[in-house]
C-alpha cells in the first residue's frame, strides 16, 4: 500500500490527481519513477510546475573572476532552516566568504565546495561553528562552476525582503552579449534541462519514446501512426527542455536560438541553482 509521503510527493510532481497516484503507486508496486510513466503513460498528468514546494530555505550567491582568455563563474546555495535566519546580517556574510573561498580553491562540487580553505580551518568547519550560533542547521547545498570567453549573470529575489533564491549563469562568446541578459532570465523563468538537443543523454530519449508510444497506444491511436505521433510528442519534449528549441519568455513568437542568432553570436553554456530545487 502507498505511504503518504509517496503519495504526496508523487501529487506535487504530476499533478495527478489522489485516487490516480495511489492506484499508479500500488501497480508500481511502490516504486516512485515508474508511477510517474504509469500516470504519464494514461495522460493524468497536469503541467505542475518542476519548481515544486521548496522546502529549505536559502540563499543563492555568485562570483566572477577574469583569467587569461576567459572568465570564471561560480555560484553556490547556502541554506537555512528559516527565512529568518537567510535575511539576517551573519549568514549573509557567511555565505560571501563561503562563496569567495569556495572561489579561492576553484572547488566544482559541494564536497570540494566543504573543504576548502576558510580561515584557519574550512568552509566546513566555519558553516558548523555558524549552525551553532544561529541555531540552526546550515547545508552548502550545491555549487557549480562555469567557464568560457564571457559569462553573464542573473540573480532574482522571490521575495523583496529576502536574498536572491535563484541565480542563472550563461555561457557565451562575445558577439552574443547583447542578449545575454535576456537569455539568461528567460533560463530562469523556462528551467531548461539541457542547452541543445544533441546535449540530452541517449537514455533520457529512449526513455520519453518508450513513455509516448505507450501514452499513444493507451489512447487507442492506430499502430500505423505511431511513429509519427511519438516523433511530434518528442518534440514537444524538446522545445519544453532544450534552452535553443524553448519559446522565448520574453516573445512567445520567436525560440531562445533564433534570439541569439539574430547577434551572430553564441550561447555555449549555462547554469542555473534555486534554493531547494
Known amino acids: 500500500m502507498a505511504n503518504v509521503a509517496d503519495i504526496k510527493a508523487l501529487r506535487e510532481r504530476t499533478g495527478a490527481g489522489m485516487g490516480d497516484v495511489k492506484k499508479a503507486l500500488d501497480e508500481a508496486n511502490g516504486d516512485v519513477e515508474a508511477a510517474i510513466d504509469i500516470i504519464r503513460t494514461r495522460g493524468l498528468a497536469k503541467a505542475a510546475k518542476r519548481e515544486g514546494n521548496a522546502a529549505k530555505e536559502g540563499l543563492v550567491a555568485i562570483k ?11 555560484v553556490v546555495e547556502l541554506n537555512a532552516e528559516t527565512d529568518f535566519v537567510v535575511k539576517n546580517a551573519k549568514f549573509i556574510a557567511l555565505a560571501d566568504a563561503v562563496l569567495d573561498a569556495i572561489d579561492d580553491a576553484d572547488a566544482a562540487s559541494v564536497e570540494a565546495g566543504l573543504n576548502a580553505k576558510l580561515g584557519a580551518g574550512t568552509v566546513n568547519d566555519a558553516i558548523s561553528e555558524a549552525a551553532g550560533t544561529m541555531g540552526e542547521r546550515i547545508v552548502l547545498g550545491k555549487v557549480q562552476r562555469v567557464s568560457g570567453p564571457r559569462v553573464t549573470t542573473y540573480l532574482h529575489h522571490t521575495s523583496p525582503d529576502l536574498p536572491p533564491s535563484l541565480g542563472v549563469v550563461v555561457v557565451h562568446d562575445e558577439a552574443a552579449a547583447p542578449v545575454a541578459k535576456s537569455v539568461a532570465q528567460h533560463i530562469a523563468f523556462a528551467d531548461p534541462q539541457w542547452r541543445t538537443r544533441g546535449d540530452v543523454p541517449a537514455d533520457v530519449i ?8 505507450a501514452q499513444t497506444l493507451e489512447e487507442g491511436k492506430p499502430e500505423a ?3 509519427k505521433i511519438v516523433e511530434g510528442r518528442l518534440n514537444g519534449f524538446y522545445k519544453e527542455n532544450v534552452l535553443e528549441e524553448q519559446a522565448l519568455a520574453q516573445d512567445s513568437k520567436t525560440t531562445v536560438a533564433k534570439h541569439v542568432a539574430t547577434t551572430g553570436g553564441n550561447v555555449l553554456d549555462f547554469a542555473r541553482v534555486r534554493v531547494g530545487s
Open 64 to 74: 566572477v573572476k577574469d583569467l587569461t582568455g576567459e572568465q570564471v563563474a561560480t
Open 206 to 213: 529512449a526513455h520519453e519514446t518508450e513513455v509516448f508510444r
Open 225 to 227: 501512426a505511431l511513429p
